[in-house]
Nanobody, 126 residues
């Protein structure tokens, strides 16, 4: 089992940057594919980025590609999301998620993930 704790959210002006972190407990972080999702009130959870267990594969939807970068440090059991050129429509609660796997896959649907963090609020003002 793994526990996930997000941090780094906050209020930023449009065009600014934030870096989210997700600290994972346990000794098997490197055996998990990791993802970032976001959710607004009353809306479904939306895929933001994913990275394979090795870090060699990543995937982004068109809405954030070129602005967001997912990365991981398996030695520190930490997942990151660097968010640049932020827009007001990026305002959401952001969640990290983990899926136990040793394939190079980058899961994009919430139901395929096994563990979730509690979320961190990101607010982008115009």
């Amino acid at each position: 089992q793994v526990q996930l704790v997000e941090s780094g959210g906050g209020l930023v002006q449009a065009g600014g940057s934030l870096r989210l972190s997700c600290a994972a407990s346990g000794r098997t972080f490197s055996s998990y594919a990791m993802g970032w999702f976001r959710q607004a009130p009353g809306k479904e959870r939306e895929f933001v980025a994913a990275i394979s267990y090795s870090g060699r594969s990543t995937y982004y939807p068109a809405s954030v590609k070129g602005r967001f970068t997912i990365s991981r440090d398996n030695a520190k059991n930490t997942l990151y999301l660097q968010m640049n050129s932020l827009k007001p429509e990026d305002t959401h609660v952001y969640y990290c998620a983990a899926r136990a796997t040793l394939s190079e896959g980058v899961p994009t649907t919430p139901r395929t993930y096994d563990y979730w963090g509690q979320g961190t609020q990101v607010t982008v003002s115009s």
